[in-house]
């Protein structure tokens, strides 16, 4: 089988899991995103994520990460629920609806490349999924699935933004597709709507007021005063940048059963989040992405929108 013919290949078997857009990209060092990166983390837009300062020269160069990668694989998951919680109660994020998405990629992923050895014969490959030091939203859009938003999202003109990124990294030399252009145009809807103002310059992200961060990632015993009243009743990631983007209104509802909510969550109000336990938390939410900030960091956060709505 011809190395383009391979790609014909892997993008059938990979939409029989699911995936709806599949795009290639060749490994090589990301010489634009270095500068980038550098600012960035100069900035400290990471808050406490330290890791995001860790392995800089893997985050840019796929081949120090996985040895032997030739080609990027990027793939596109819908994660859009067609059911939603209630709007008057504290929010979280629709891609933590369901269950986890890094053990339901990663494996899809793994059926995949098994898939791929079965057709083609043994080819070396690695799945990632927003588990390691990998760009996915840069090599996506080396892959000509979207381009880079003001908010920072890939964007796709179909599909909106509402996706997963993964990536397989494999050692098969395939012809890749080129980027797209941006369609961002003058509008600012995003950065009109952000609370916090973490998107103060467009296509940057200061990742230290972003309420996704604040919710999830920063593990201080409590949110930063200068946030009060600016939550907007998220308790756990936020949808804000990408609910009010125009591109939005193309986005699909999930055909993964695995993304769909426990149904105990969707009715959830007010008062039963601040009165939610932990036997109740881990019930309802033991297997979604919401145990990355326990069932203490949800209390913390509820408590902190309880006291400053």
Excluded at 23 to 46: D, I, M, V
Aim: proline share 5%; glycine share 6%.
């Amino acid at each position: 089988m011809k190395h383009d013919a391979y790609k014909a290949l892997i993008i059938e078997k990979a939409k029989a899991l699911g995936f709806f857009h599949v795009g290639f990209s060749t490994a090589t060092f990301l010489e634009e995103e270095a500068p980038r990166l550098e600012q960035w983390l100069a900035h400290n837009y990471h808050g406490k994520m330290a890791y995001m300062a860790n392995h800089f020269d893997k985050r840019l160069d796929p081949r120090l990460l996985e040895v032997g990668t030739k080609t990027i694989i990027s793939l596109l998951l819908h994660y859009t629920p067609e059911k939603q919680q209630r709007q008057d109660a504290p929010q979280i994020a629709k891609y933590a609806y369901g269950q986890d998405y890094h053990f339901v990629i990663k494996d899809k992923l793994k059926q995949l490349l098994l898939e791929l050895r079965q057709s083609i014969g043994e080819i070396q490959g690695r799945a990632f999924v927003d588990s390691a030091p990998v760009m996915d939203k840069v090599w996506a859009k080396k892959s000509g699935l979207g381009w880079i938003g003001k908010n920072t999202n890939l964007i796709q003109p179909k599909n909106g933004s509402f996706f997963f990124i993964a990536e397989l990294f494999v050692d098969l030399q395939i012809s890749p597709d080129g980027p797209i252009k941006d369609y961002c145009g003058t509008c600012t809807r995003c950065i009109d709507a952000c609370p916090t103002d973490a998107l103060a310059t467009p296509y940057v992200i200061d990742g230290s007021k972003c309420i996704s961060y604040l919710t999830i990632e920063l593990k201080d015993a409590d949110l930063p005063s200068e946030f009060k009243g600016k939550m907007e009743n998220w308790a756990f990631g936020c949808d804000i940048c990408q609910d009010v983007c125009p591109w939005n209104r193309f986005s699909k509802i999930t055909k993964e059963r695995a993304f769909e909510p426990h149904p105990e969550f969707l009715n959830l109000d007010t008062a039963d989040w601040e009165q939610l336990t932990e036997a109740t938390f881990q019930h309802i939410f033991g297997k979604t992405p919401l145990k990355r900030t326990k069932f203490s960091g949800i209390k913390r956060n509820i408590e902190f929108l309880k006291k400053h709505s």
